[in-house]
């Protein structure tokens, strides 16, 4: 049956004011110009969409250069739809901020967005370098070239992990990027072996990264937290000192959410000489 022409219209609509936030999260300021060309739409439309967002309070207009900005209210939304993870992020950031201090890199928390199965960025803690790794809360990244999206696949059942990899693309974003299905879940169950994920040059030129999985009261990933150096900076004589303070996060933060962190250290505490010199994960 097809769609009336009022529901099809309705979408429409829906997906100009979504291209309008979109555009003004990207480029921050944007004069209606700019809008209408990011929307693909008339300035007309552009205009009386943004003038509605203003009237809602999404939405708010520089006087002196007409440009257009969203206002805190958005990010009001988004902080209040996080109310439901509200322990996963104190129990998190208590952690994060343990190993921000002992590292000064960056430290990050991501979750399995299953729409899109990428990993969501939710949490940070910005390095106290000047050349660092930046992250944007909210972004979402491939889960196959992400140490955040290696540590969320690698506690899920293969079963789960084969479906979730079936309704992905796994593209080359760096020199390094796992591309072959069969070796990539080789490298989970290597990863779950050893109790942390790591990547590098797989998402990005320069970066290296490690992470742990928080679990659940059934040992099932929630949620991960990462560490992102610049290659260059990577310290080898400390590494034993990275992963000892990112599996004692991943033990403290699934323990409080209820999962025995006696398992998680039996699992992979001692496994790391084993593997350290075996690639990228």
Known sequence: MAESPSKTENVAAALKV???????????????????????????????????????????????????????????????????????????????????????ESINLGVLDDREQKVAYIHKYDSAYGLSMQSTLGLRNPLHSTSLGKALLAWRDDEEVRERLGKMVLTQMAPRTITDPEVLMAQLHETRARGYSEEIEESEAGVRCMAVPILDHIGKSVAAISIAFPVFRFEEARRHEYVALLLSASSAASAALGYSASDLAKDGAVKDGAVKDGGSI
């Not at 300021?29 to 509605?52: F, N, P, V, W």
């Not at 207009?61 to 902080?79: I, M, N, P, V, Y």
């Open 18 to 104: 979504f291209g309008v936030l979109e555009a003004l999260v990207e480029d921050r300021q944007a004069s209606l110009g700019e809008i209408a060309k990011h929307t693909m739409t008339s300035k007309a439309t552009a205009h009386r969409l943004l003038h509605t967002m203003v009237d809602l309070g999404y939405v708010e207009q520089d006087h002196e250069t007409e440009r257009f900005r969203l206002t805190l209210k958005l990010f009001s939304l988004g902080a209040r739809s996080l109310n439901g993870q509200s322990d996963l992020l104190r129990i998190a950031d208590r952690e994060m901020g343990r190993m921000s201090r002992a590292t000064g």
